[in-house]
Protein backbone atom coordinates (compact mmCIF):
# COMPACT_ATOMS: atom_id res chain seq x y z
CA UNK A 1 0.00 0.00 0.00
CA UNK A 2 1.66 3.43 -0.97
CA UNK A 3 2.12 5.75 1.92
CA UNK A 4 0.73 9.00 1.18
CA UNK A 5 1.55 12.83 2.46
CA UNK A 6 -0.92 15.34 3.17
CA UNK A 7 0.72 18.97 1.89
CA UNK A 8 -1.01 21.86 3.04
CA UNK A 9 -0.28 25.14 1.96
CA UNK A 10 -0.73 28.35 3.85
CA UNK A 11 0.75 32.16 4.61
CA UNK A 12 0.09 31.59 8.58
CA UNK A 13 0.50 34.89 9.38
CA UNK A 14 -0.03 35.31 12.63
CA UNK A 15 1.79 35.30 16.39
CA UNK A 16 0.56 32.00 17.38
CA UNK A 17 -1.62 29.34 14.78
CA UNK A 18 -5.23 29.60 15.62
CA UNK A 19 -7.73 26.85 16.22
CA UNK A 20 -8.75 26.54 12.47
CA UNK A 21 -5.01 25.83 11.70
CA UNK A 22 -4.76 23.34 14.15
CA UNK A 23 -7.89 21.32 13.31
CA UNK A 24 -6.26 21.67 9.73
CA UNK A 25 -2.77 20.54 10.54
CA UNK A 26 -4.13 17.52 13.23
CA UNK A 27 -6.42 16.43 10.72
CA UNK A 28 -4.25 15.86 8.24
CA UNK A 29 -1.63 14.14 10.91
CA UNK A 30 -4.40 11.59 11.97
CA UNK A 31 -5.56 10.77 7.98
CA UNK A 32 -1.91 10.62 6.39
CA UNK A 33 1.44 8.79 7.04
CA UNK A 34 3.54 11.92 7.00
CA UNK A 35 1.99 16.17 6.30
CA UNK A 36 4.64 18.16 4.36
CA UNK A 37 3.09 22.19 5.55
CA UNK A 38 4.73 25.34 2.97
CA UNK A 39 4.64 28.70 3.84
CA UNK A 40 4.12 30.66 1.44
CA UNK A 41 6.20 33.25 0.63
CA UNK A 42 6.28 37.12 -0.99
CA UNK A 43 9.59 37.72 -1.57
CA UNK A 44 9.24 41.64 -0.80
CA UNK A 45 9.17 43.92 1.70
CA UNK A 46 6.80 43.20 5.07
CA UNK A 47 3.23 44.26 4.65
CA UNK A 48 -0.17 44.42 6.23
CA UNK A 49 -0.81 41.23 5.08
CA UNK A 50 2.59 40.04 4.78
CA UNK A 51 4.24 40.92 8.55
CA UNK A 52 5.91 37.86 9.41
CA UNK A 53 9.17 36.75 7.47
CA UNK A 54 9.55 32.84 6.63
CA UNK A 55 11.81 31.66 9.71
CA UNK A 56 9.64 33.41 12.23
CA UNK A 57 6.68 31.58 10.96
CA UNK A 58 8.53 28.29 10.24
CA UNK A 59 9.78 28.17 13.75
CA UNK A 60 6.20 28.65 14.95
CA UNK A 61 5.03 25.76 12.97
CA UNK A 62 7.81 23.43 13.81
CA UNK A 63 7.36 23.80 17.29
CA UNK A 64 3.45 23.05 17.51
CA UNK A 65 4.15 20.28 15.42
CA UNK A 66 7.75 19.05 15.42
CA UNK A 67 6.62 15.56 12.92
CA UNK A 68 5.46 17.96 10.26
CA UNK A 69 8.17 18.95 6.90
CA UNK A 70 8.40 22.90 7.13
CA UNK A 71 9.77 24.44 3.79
CA UNK A 72 9.06 27.74 2.11
CA UNK A 73 6.96 28.13 -1.05
CA UNK A 74 7.47 31.21 -2.98
CA UNK A 75 4.76 33.50 -4.84
CA UNK A 76 4.36 33.04 -8.45
CA UNK A 77 3.66 34.69 -11.71
CA UNK A 78 0.69 32.27 -12.46
CA UNK A 79 -0.96 29.32 -10.67
CA UNK A 80 0.77 27.07 -13.28
CA UNK A 81 4.46 28.03 -12.14
CA UNK A 82 3.04 28.06 -8.14
CA UNK A 83 1.63 24.53 -8.60
CA UNK A 84 5.09 23.02 -10.61
CA UNK A 85 7.10 24.24 -7.58
CA UNK A 86 4.91 22.77 -5.27
CA UNK A 87 4.88 19.70 -7.42
CA UNK A 88 9.10 20.09 -6.70
CA UNK A 89 9.10 20.46 -3.18
CA UNK A 90 6.81 17.31 -2.43
CA UNK A 91 9.56 15.36 -4.86
CA UNK A 92 11.89 16.90 -2.73
CA UNK A 93 10.80 15.85 0.45
CA UNK A 94 8.44 12.67 0.15
CA UNK A 95 9.75 10.96 -3.34
CA UNK A 96 8.11 7.96 -2.42
CA UNK A 97 4.85 8.94 -0.92
CA UNK A 98 1.50 9.74 -3.16
CA UNK A 99 0.53 13.64 -2.33
CA UNK A 100 -2.84 14.80 -1.30
CA UNK A 101 -3.18 18.05 -1.36
CA UNK A 102 -5.54 19.01 2.03
CA UNK A 103 -7.16 22.35 2.56
CA UNK A 104 -10.42 23.90 3.88
CA UNK A 105 -12.20 26.60 2.92
CA UNK A 106 -10.58 29.73 0.90
CA UNK A 107 -7.48 27.62 0.45
CA UNK A 108 -4.78 27.00 -1.98
CA UNK A 109 -7.05 24.00 -3.90
CA UNK A 110 -8.21 26.52 -5.97
CA UNK A 111 -5.10 27.68 -7.59
CA UNK A 112 -3.23 24.00 -7.46
CA UNK A 113 -3.03 22.91 -10.97
CA UNK A 114 -1.20 20.14 -10.89
CA UNK A 115 -2.10 16.15 -10.93
CA UNK A 116 -1.79 15.39 -7.07
CA UNK A 117 -5.19 14.67 -5.52
CA UNK A 118 -7.05 17.40 -3.10
CA UNK A 119 -8.99 16.42 0.00
CA UNK A 120 -11.17 19.15 1.59
CA UNK A 121 -11.47 19.44 5.24
CA UNK A 122 -14.87 21.12 6.94
CA UNK A 123 -13.34 23.65 8.89
CA UNK A 124 -14.00 24.62 12.52
CA UNK A 125 -15.80 27.79 12.13
CA UNK A 126 -15.16 31.59 9.94
CA UNK A 127 -11.87 32.54 11.59
CA UNK A 128 -10.06 35.30 9.83
CA UNK A 129 -6.34 35.69 10.33
CA UNK A 130 -6.59 39.27 8.84
CA UNK A 131 -9.50 40.24 11.42
CA UNK A 132 -6.60 38.36 14.04
CA UNK A 133 -4.17 40.53 13.07
CA UNK A 134 -6.07 43.51 13.16
CA UNK A 135 -6.76 42.80 17.16
CA UNK A 136 -2.98 43.15 17.78
CA UNK A 137 -2.25 45.69 20.39
CA UNK A 138 1.20 47.28 21.88
CA UNK A 139 2.28 45.18 24.73
CA UNK A 140 4.93 46.13 27.62
CA UNK A 141 7.63 43.32 27.48
CA UNK A 142 11.08 43.03 25.65
CA UNK A 143 9.91 39.94 23.53
CA UNK A 144 7.34 42.36 22.32
CA UNK A 145 9.90 45.22 21.68
CA UNK A 146 12.63 42.60 20.45
CA UNK A 147 10.02 41.03 17.57
CA UNK A 148 9.31 44.92 16.50
CA UNK A 149 13.23 45.15 16.20
CA UNK A 150 13.31 42.19 14.39
CA UNK A 151 10.81 43.00 12.35
CA UNK A 152 12.38 46.60 11.29
CA UNK A 153 15.95 46.19 11.35
CA UNK A 154 16.89 42.17 9.89
CA UNK A 155 13.35 41.95 7.31
CA UNK A 156 13.00 45.35 5.55
CA UNK A 157 15.57 45.84 2.44
CA UNK A 158 16.41 49.93 2.62
CA UNK A 159 14.07 52.23 0.95
CA UNK A 160 13.74 55.02 -1.09
CA UNK A 161 10.02 56.89 0.21
CA UNK A 162 8.97 59.26 -3.21
CA UNK A 163 7.76 62.46 -2.52
CA UNK A 164 6.64 65.17 -5.53
CA UNK A 165 7.16 68.76 -4.99
CA UNK A 166 6.12 71.37 -7.57
CA UNK A 167 6.79 74.89 -8.32
CA UNK A 168 3.52 76.68 -8.87
CA UNK A 169 4.43 79.44 -11.29
CA UNK A 170 2.31 82.36 -11.73
CA UNK A 171 0.78 83.41 -15.16
CA UNK A 172 1.10 87.26 -14.61
CA UNK A 173 4.02 87.55 -12.66
CA UNK A 174 7.80 86.18 -12.18
CA UNK A 175 6.61 84.46 -8.45
CA UNK A 176 5.93 80.87 -7.25
CA UNK A 177 4.38 80.21 -4.57
CA UNK A 178 6.04 78.55 -1.43
CA UNK A 179 5.00 76.82 1.66
CA UNK A 180 6.13 77.37 5.15
CA UNK A 181 5.49 74.58 8.05
CA UNK A 182 5.04 75.76 11.86
CA UNK A 183 7.66 74.57 12.90
CA UNK A 184 10.25 76.19 10.15
CA UNK A 185 11.64 79.60 9.43
CA UNK A 186 12.26 78.63 5.92
CA UNK A 187 10.11 78.16 3.28
CA UNK A 188 9.72 75.30 0.80
CA UNK A 189 7.99 74.07 -2.76
CA UNK A 190 4.64 72.46 -2.03
CA UNK A 191 5.18 68.63 -1.81
CA UNK A 192 4.42 65.52 0.16
CA UNK A 193 4.89 61.58 -0.03
CA UNK A 194 3.04 59.51 -2.99
CA UNK A 195 0.03 57.64 -2.02
CA UNK A 196 -0.07 54.02 -2.81
CA UNK A 197 -3.56 55.32 -4.50
CA UNK A 198 -2.05 58.24 -6.95
CA UNK A 199 -2.65 56.64 -9.81
CA UNK A 200 0.46 58.80 -11.25
CA UNK A 201 2.77 61.04 -10.06
CA UNK A 202 1.27 64.04 -11.35
CA UNK A 203 -2.21 62.55 -9.62
CA UNK A 204 -0.11 62.95 -6.43
CA UNK A 205 0.98 66.83 -7.31
CA UNK A 206 -2.54 67.92 -8.18
CA UNK A 207 -3.65 66.28 -4.68
CA UNK A 208 -0.70 67.25 -2.42
CA UNK A 209 -1.50 70.92 -4.07
CA UNK A 210 -5.21 70.52 -2.84
CA UNK A 211 -4.46 69.23 0.38
CA UNK A 212 -1.59 71.70 1.50
CA UNK A 213 -3.06 75.17 -0.48
CA UNK A 214 -6.51 75.12 -0.85
CA UNK A 215 -8.94 75.22 -3.49
CA UNK A 216 -6.91 76.52 -6.43
CA UNK A 217 -6.70 75.27 -10.02
CA UNK A 218 -3.18 74.43 -11.62
CA UNK A 219 -2.38 73.17 -15.16
CA UNK A 220 0.73 72.06 -17.40
CA UNK A 221 2.24 69.72 -14.91
CA UNK A 222 5.59 69.12 -16.35
CA UNK A 223 8.18 66.90 -15.18
CA UNK A 224 11.58 68.60 -14.26
CA UNK A 225 14.13 66.29 -12.05
CA UNK A 226 14.52 64.02 -9.67
CA UNK A 227 17.03 63.87 -6.99
CA UNK A 228 17.40 62.43 -3.25
CA UNK A 229 16.54 64.62 -0.33
CA UNK A 230 18.42 65.00 2.73
CA UNK A 231 15.87 65.01 5.37
CA UNK A 232 16.13 64.81 8.48
CA UNK A 233 13.84 62.24 9.93
CA UNK A 234 15.68 59.29 7.95
CA UNK A 235 19.13 61.30 9.08
CA UNK A 236 21.60 58.39 10.19
CA UNK A 237 19.30 55.07 8.97
CA UNK A 238 19.38 53.29 5.57
CA UNK A 239 16.79 54.84 4.30
CA UNK A 240 16.01 58.26 2.63
CA UNK A 241 13.96 60.31 0.25
CA UNK A 242 13.55 60.86 -3.52
CA UNK A 243 11.94 63.95 -4.40
CA UNK A 244 10.74 64.12 -8.21
CA UNK A 245 9.98 67.56 -9.10
CA UNK A 246 7.73 69.48 -10.91
CA UNK A 247 6.52 72.88 -12.13
CA UNK A 248 2.75 73.85 -12.84
CA UNK A 249 0.93 76.73 -13.69
CA UNK A 250 -1.29 78.40 -11.71
CA UNK A 251 -4.91 79.21 -13.14
CA UNK A 252 -7.00 80.90 -10.51
CA UNK A 253 -7.80 80.59 -6.91
CA UNK A 254 -6.90 81.84 -3.50
CA UNK A 255 -3.60 79.84 -1.62
CA UNK A 256 -4.71 79.18 2.07
CA UNK A 257 -1.98 76.85 4.07
CA UNK A 258 -3.50 74.03 5.34
CA UNK A 259 -2.79 70.39 6.26
CA UNK A 260 0.99 70.98 7.44
CA UNK A 261 1.60 74.08 6.67
CA UNK A 262 1.24 77.06 8.43
CA UNK A 263 1.39 80.37 5.85
CA UNK A 264 2.17 80.06 1.98
CA UNK A 265 3.15 83.24 -0.11
CA UNK A 266 4.27 83.89 -3.57
CA UNK A 267 8.30 84.85 -3.95
CA UNK A 268 10.00 86.05 -6.61
CA UNK A 269 11.46 83.00 -8.84
CA UNK A 270 14.77 84.78 -9.12
CA UNK A 271 15.26 85.50 -5.48
CA UNK A 272 15.03 81.87 -3.78
CA UNK A 273 18.19 81.12 -2.59
CA UNK A 274 17.80 83.07 0.85
CA UNK A 275 14.64 81.98 1.61
CA UNK A 276 14.26 78.08 0.42
CA UNK A 277 15.30 75.20 3.21
CA UNK A 278 18.28 73.50 2.30
CA UNK A 279 16.47 70.20 1.34
CA UNK A 280 14.95 72.20 -1.40
CA UNK A 281 18.11 74.51 -2.70
CA UNK A 282 18.55 72.07 -5.55
CA UNK A 283 15.70 72.82 -7.19
CA UNK A 284 16.63 76.56 -7.73
CA UNK A 285 19.27 75.00 -10.13
CA UNK A 286 16.35 73.61 -12.18
CA UNK A 287 14.32 76.25 -11.77
CA UNK A 288 17.50 78.75 -12.75
CA UNK A 289 17.96 76.48 -16.13
CA UNK A 290 14.50 76.80 -17.13
CA UNK A 291 14.31 80.68 -16.91
CA UNK A 292 17.44 80.59 -18.91
CA UNK A 293 15.36 78.54 -21.60
CA UNK A 294 12.12 80.65 -21.06
CA UNK A 295 13.41 83.83 -20.45
CA UNK A 296 10.90 83.77 -17.55
CA UNK A 297 11.73 87.02 -15.48
CA UNK A 298 10.15 90.61 -14.75
CA UNK A 299 10.63 91.12 -18.50
CA UNK A 300 8.20 88.62 -19.41
CA UNK A 301 5.51 90.53 -17.76
CA UNK A 302 6.31 93.95 -19.14
Request: charged fraction near 20%.
Amino acid sequence: MTNTVAVIAGRFQLAELHAGHQHLIETALSKHDAVLILVGVHQGQPTDRNPLDFATRANMLRGAYPQCVVDAIADARTNQHWSQQLDALVKKHFPDHEPVLVGSRDSFLSSYEGSAKKQYIEPLADISATAVRNQVTVEDSPAFRNGVIHAITKQRFPTAYPVVDVAILHTTAPLVLLGRKADETKWRFVGGFVDPTDVSLEAAVRREVREEVGAIEIADITYRASMPINDFRYRGTSDGIISTFFTATYIFGAPQASDDLEEVRWFEITKLTHVLTSQHLAFVEVLNNLIKENHYDSESFQ
